[in-house]
């Protein structure tokens, strides 16, 4: 059974302000909770074409993660055909891991979820760069990756929940 509440006070305003008193005191045992959105980063790259080994980009990446999408626009496809696409991690310790996908649209999203670690050698590559003729069979190519930080490699800031909804308010 829950304990009664009682109201303390002879006037109106002795009321109110014992009233005040609870309530402050409820506000003290109320849990807040307050959620952050860490947002991935965006690694973006430019190629006019392929090297002549295949290779479009390579990145190192300085901090444990994991690459949760990859992109790419290609602004010019001289064959009808799908081209494959690969994303190579190597790890420091030697192992690799791996995901390849085919297109032809002009832009095209992928899911990778890929972990790596600090280190770790990141390299998109297309296998077959130049055509029988020898012209290049994709020009013009954009490539991103979203790269999602692991939370030890993050910047922790405590605020109070005062704090955060002052600076919430100041910037609305």
């Known amino acids: ?3 009664k509440l009682i109201i303390k006070g002879n006037t109106v305003e002795e009321k109110i302000d014992h009233i005040e008193i609870i309530l402050q005191r409820f506000q003290r045992r109320l849990h807040k909770t307050v959620i952050g959105a860490i947002p991935p980063i965006p690694v973006q790259s430019h190629a006019d074409h392929p090297k002549e080994d295949g ?3 390579k990145h190192i990446l300085p901090a444990d993660g994991r690459i949760m999408k990859g992109a790419i626009a290609v602004g010019k496809y001289s064959s009808s055909k799908a081209v494959q696409f690969d994303c190579l991690v ?3 310790d030697g192992s690799s891991a791996s995901q390849s996908f085919k297109t032809r649209k002009h832009a095209h999203v ?3 979820d890929l972990e790596v670690k600090a280190g770790d050698l990141l390299s998109i ?4 760069a130049k055509d029988e003729k ?3 069979i994709i020009e013009d190519i954009w ?6 930080i692991a939370m030890k490699e993050s910047v922790l800031k405590k605020h109070l929940i005062d704090s955060l909804e002052e600076i ?3 910037r609305v």
């Open 168 to 170: 919430a308010s100041e």
């Open 110 to 112: 992928v899911g990778l």
């Open 1 to 3: 059974m829950r304990k």
């Open 55 to 57: 290779g479009i980009v």
């Open 143 to 148: 490539v991103a990756i979203l790269y999602e």
């Open 125 to 128: 590559s297309t296998p077959s």
């Open 134 to 136: 020898g012209n290049w």
């Open 90 to 92: 190597q790890r420091m």
